[in-house]
């Protein structure tokens, strides 16, 4: 019970559950994609992936290392996941030729895994309950799983059942809709239609960037991967500063209240 991973924080370490939340979790897929494959057709696959890994594992460790939740620091744990998680996707099957079928079957199964290990440890698979390391611990394995899975059924949607990536994404958007409007309108579990949507949000997000990057010839718009990566990483980057701002204005109007009510009672 003394041990790190019994340590309790006084809040949960994910962000409110509210439309930036997703807007920024589609635009994290999207980047990750762009930027997977331009570095894994760039650069040697091997040293890729393990550099991207390397940053994964450093940057999840200083997310870990935070007793409370940190905007900045979440959604470049989130970032470091979609680039990573899809590259672990790309090369199981570009580099050992795995079909995409088999290996979105096998991240499937992978992912049910670790949501039954989370349950039974902790009971819940709510995010709102991420209050230790454990827990946090849980939460991100299956953030990573869902990008892998979602990798693979993006594209095994685009290529293996034609039906392109423009169509796909499209496909995914109306997907993503369904649980919310399950949750909304029929009363389908809240935790369930949370981690439907977020798994789909990954198929989502990947389409419309492969359709922005890949050439004409493939159906895309052809503006290289390295371009859109740009532009999903800079758009990344105005959100989550806007956010910061959020962040900062709530703590000053917290210290002045603080401040006032001292005042107030000497």
């Not at 920024?24 to 057709?41: C, N, P, Q, R, W």
């Not at 109306?174 to 579990?189: I, S």
């Not at 999903?232 to 962040?247: E, N, P, R």
Request: glycine fraction near 10%; charge should be positive; proline fraction near 2%.
């Amino acid at each position: 019970m003394m041990i790190n991973l019994r340590r309790q924080f006084q809040s949960s370490k994910v962000p409110e559950i509210n439309g930036v939340f997703w807007f920024v979790k589609i635009l994290t897929t999207a980047m990750g994609e762009a930027t997977s494959d331009y570095f894994v057709h760039h650069f040697a696959p091997a040293a890729a992936v393990l550099g991207a890994g390397v940053i994964f594992v450093v940057v999840l460790v200083w997310q870990l290392r935070f007793p409370r939740f940190s905007t900045l620091w979440y959604w470049l744990a989130v970032v470091m996941v979609s680039v990573f998680g899809t590259m672990c996707a790309d090369v199981v099957h570009v580099g050992f030729g795995v079909a995409y079928v088999v290996s979105a079957a096998g991240f499937a199964a992978v992912l049910t895994v670790v949501f039954l290990a989370w349950h039974r440890v902790e009971g819940t698979l709510s995010i709102h309950s991420i209050t230790s390391t454990r827990r946090e611990l849980f939460y991100w394995a299956t953030v990573t799983a869902t990008f892998a899975l979602g990798t693979a059924v993006g594209d095994m949607t685009a290529t293996t059942l034609r039906l392109g990536y423009f169509s796909s994404g499209l496909l995914f958007a109306g997907l993503f809709l369904v649980p919310a409007l399950g949750y909304r309108f029929v009363h389908f579990n809240a935790i369930g239609a949370f981690w439907a949507s977020y798994i789909l949000t990954r198929p989502l997000g990947a389409s419309f960037a492969d359709w922005m990057g890949v050439s004409h010839a493939r159906g895309g718009l052809n503006w290289g991967n390295g371009n859109v990566s740009l532009l999903f990483s800079a758009a990344i980057v105005v959100v989550v500063a806007i956010l910061l701002m959020g962040d900062r204005r709530r703590r000053n109007a917290s210290s002045s209240l603080g401040w006032g009510h001292a005042r107030h009672h000497r």
